[in-house]
């Protein structure tokens, strides 16, 4: 039976010591010797990816987070490869927090980036390789014969002379073997599981309800709290009155902490309504007056001066000086909440000499490291219970560990067990957002209709800023962050310049599925479709003479416009728009068939994706990362804005922050370029080209340009 875990140490080690002891549990990396874990060495799980039991269960254990994304059935098809193991024997175990479970690239704990997969590659063929040579060697001793006429296959060793063990009887021998340091990887030829599509793990008990979500937890003597937070960014607590909170039946606690004022009780509604009854008077600060209005007046303004430079090829502003056939266009996107389906919450247990957290998160270390210090416990008290996440898209990312801390500030007032939860309300009018982007382009065309020059300035916040991330992210100015995917702009432009502004207006940002990609592929994409219109070309082919020497950009707009049909008629009212987008190192192309009602509104009919994410670990799940990327992304593409006046957040939940309804949903069709490169992201690729190939779907429909989103907030009609 397959499942996930979480186990304390000490619950770790009753079971498996009770139950015949560790028999397989191994340091691979980044530790370079040592030797197996046997019985008696109460081996500490933090230092082990792979445990195999008597019974010949295999357990992985995973350092990433399952935000919906397959990544608890990737990982460990990665490892099961190598290891030759029996499929149906794996089960998964969340691990703990500890520098061996730290990001490949990043450097501590953390699910994001789109880089679960490509990261561990290396690491998990290795660890199941180092495994399966441990049995092999195991069973080549218990039989005297050589190691070379063993064969390894679905958790059986073999002997060429017919004999056989399995996993199960061999477990407890290889534990105490060394761990070899010299692998030989299977030739990916031989992969027999790899590639192949693979029904998720984690589907059955969530299926079932039996997965337990961060909500979910409990401790015992668990009290919950909902926390009053400023209707205004950057206000305090002037004073506040909780009379009438404390009478209400169950409330147990009223607490001042950093974030606004906590309402402890028995349950979530004993808490909500304490909640509902405070009486606060807050100092508003300076953002009283912020309006999205405001910002978007200062914001054009911004884009008509030089930025920081981000990029610059040839001599730009001696192309834009000769005469030749130019066009301009500016581009606005709004805020965008990350409104996952599963509200924030965090349980913590805060005691004198420990503090246990449960909750779905994306950033482990970052978090204990802020229980820590919060708790003044030191890190190493602090662990980390990593839950099914129910929807991430980075909010669960935090880099000031937001819910994370709060939750230990209230736990740590209440003296108690305590889950904080946050209403959806709680985070749409007091989260952290998508920044709004204001962009102005130029681009000029020379007698023959050859694009040779662009001019991009960016304006909208640094979402790095102020995070431990800063100083490798922002350089000169720059946050790589808020110009990826319109710096590396593919197309071969002889005179490019890409300039940045980085406004400060106050609001908390971080990064949102796709992060700055999911701004700068809409404008890009949106403004080479008026490029190649002006120079009278279809837009496909314009494209593609400009990625002559970019293969794999080809190679997805190929494929998708082949799938599409680019060029073949369509029924009568409709337009077909085309977009394509390199980010988090794949490269996506999508075709949008969309047709426009009488009273203006749009209707995606379908979409075509193509994409080249490298080798292709599980194309179930890469299909329903792409599905889900165009649900996402037409969802902001179509509805989202989070606007402000008067400094408050206008929009509070799904009905006026609509994510896409069953009836809005395009027939989508994932197409996957094969490869033998080392796999590449697949989780948020797929967002940036939905919404531009919409906008240019739309205007192939009607002529009428969309350059501002969301969409349903334009009137067609009129534009």
Request: proline residues 6%.
């Amino acid at each position: 039976m397959r499942d996930i875990v979480n186990l304390s140490r000490r619950q770790f080690l009753s079971t498996t010591l009770a139950g015949g002891g560790l028999l397989l549990g191994f340091i691979y990396f980044p530790v370079k010797t040592g030797r197996a874990a046997g019985p008696g060495d109460a081996p500490y799980t933090p230092g082990a990816f792979l445990r195999i039991d008597r019974e010949g269960t295999v357990t992985m254990i995973l350092n990433k987070s399952e935000m919906g994304q397959g990544v608890y059935t990737s990982l460990p098809m990665i490892m099961a490869e190598e290891l030759e193991c029996d499929w149906n024997k794996v089960r998964i175990e969340a691990s703990g927090v500890a520098p061996i479970y730290n990001h490949t690239v990043f450097g501590s704990q953390v699910t994001g980036g789109s880089t679960s997969v490509s990261t561990e590659w290396d690491r998990m063929r290795k660890v199941g390789a180092a495994g399966r040579e441990m049995l092999l060697s195991a069973a080549a001793l218990t039989w005297g014969v050589n190691r070379s006429t063993c064969r390894a296959e679905k958790g059986v060793i073999y002997h060429e002379s017919g004999k056989k063990l399995t996993y199960g009887e061999l477990s407890a021998k290889a534990a105490f073997l060394p761990v070899p340091q010299k692998l030989k990887l299977k030739d990916p030829s031989a992969f027999t599981l790899i590639g192949k599509p693979t029904p998720r793990i984690d589907s059955p008990p969530k299926v079932k309800g039996k997965a337990i979500f961060g909500i979910d937890s409990r401790a015992e003597g668990m009290l919950v709290a909902l926390v009053a937070r400023p209707p205004v960014f950057g206000a305090k607590v002037r004073n506040f009155r909780d009379v009438r909170s404390r009478a209400v039946p169950g409330v147990k606690g009223v607490f001042q902490v950093d974030s606004g004022v906590a309402v402890v009780g028995e349950s979530f509604w004993s808490a909500k309504l304490g909640r509902d009854l405070l009486e606060i008077t807050w100092d508003e600060g300076p953002n009283a007056g912020l309006s999205t209005l405001g910002m978007s007046a200062q914001y054009s303004q911004l884009v008509q001066k030089s930025g920081m430079e981000a990029r610059r090829e040839g001599n730009p502003e001696k192309a834009f000086a000769d005469k030749g056939l130019q066009l301009a266009a500016e581009y606005e996107v709004p805020y965008l909440a990350h409104a996952p389906m599963e509200p924030l919450n965090c349980l913590v247990d805060l005691k004198q000499q420990t503090c246990d957290i449960w909750t779905g998160t994306q950033m482990q270390t970052g978090d204990r490291d802020t229980a820590a210090k919060i708790s003044g416990l030191k890190p190493e008290a602090v662990k980390v219970h990593t839950q099914y996440l129910g929807g991430g898209f980075g909010r669960r990312g935090n880099p000031y560990s937001d819910f994370v801390g709060e939750a230990v500030r209230v736990a740590k007032a209440a003296g108690k067990p305590v889950k904080v939860i946050w209403t959806r309300e709680d985070d749409m009018k007091g989260g952290y957002y998508r920044p709004m982007w204001y962009d102005r382009l130029r681009a000029q065309l020379d007698g023959k209709g050859n694009l040779v020059a662009w001019h991009h300035t960016i304006a909208g916040q640094s979402i790095m800023e102020g995070t431990p991330f800063a100083e490798k992210m922002i350089k000169n100015g720059v946050d790589d962050a808020s110009v990826e995917g319109a710096k590396e702009i593919p197309y071969e432009i002889p005179n490019l310049l890409v300039d940045l502004h980085s406004p400060k207006p106050g609001i908390p940002v971080q990064w949102w599925r796709s992060v700055g990609h999911s701004h700068t592929a809409f404008v890009v994409e949106g403004f080479i479709d008026e490029v190649a219109h002006k120079a009278g070309r279809d837009p496909y082919q314009f494209r593609r003479t400009l990625l002559s020497r970019h293969p794999r950009h080809r190679g997805v707009l190929d494929l998708a416009a082949e799938k599409a049909g680019w060029g073949s008629r369509l029924a009568e009212g409709r337009g077909r728009g085309i977009a394509m987008h390199e980010s988090f190192g794949s490269f996506v192309a999508q075709v949008a068939e969309v047709s426009v009602n009488s009273d203006g509104t749009p209707r995606v009919h379908r979409v075509v994706c193509a994409i080249d994410c490298g080798r292709a670990v599980n194309p179930l799940t890469i299909e329903a990362q792409l599905e889900s990327a165009v649900v996402f992304g037409l969802s902001a593409a179509l509805h989202g804005a989070i606007t402000f006046k008067n400094g408050r957040v206008e929009q509070s939940n799904f009905h006026d922050y609509p994510v896409l309804r069953m009836n809005e949903m395009p027939v989508v069709e994932v197409h996957i370029v094969p490869s033998t490169e080392n796999p590449s992201g697949v989780g948020e690729p797929g967002t940036p080209p939905i919404a531009p190939a919409v906008a240019n779907a739309i205007f192939a429909a009607t002529g009428k340009r969309v350059r501002r989103l969301p969409i349903a907030a334009i009137d067609l009609k009129k534009v």
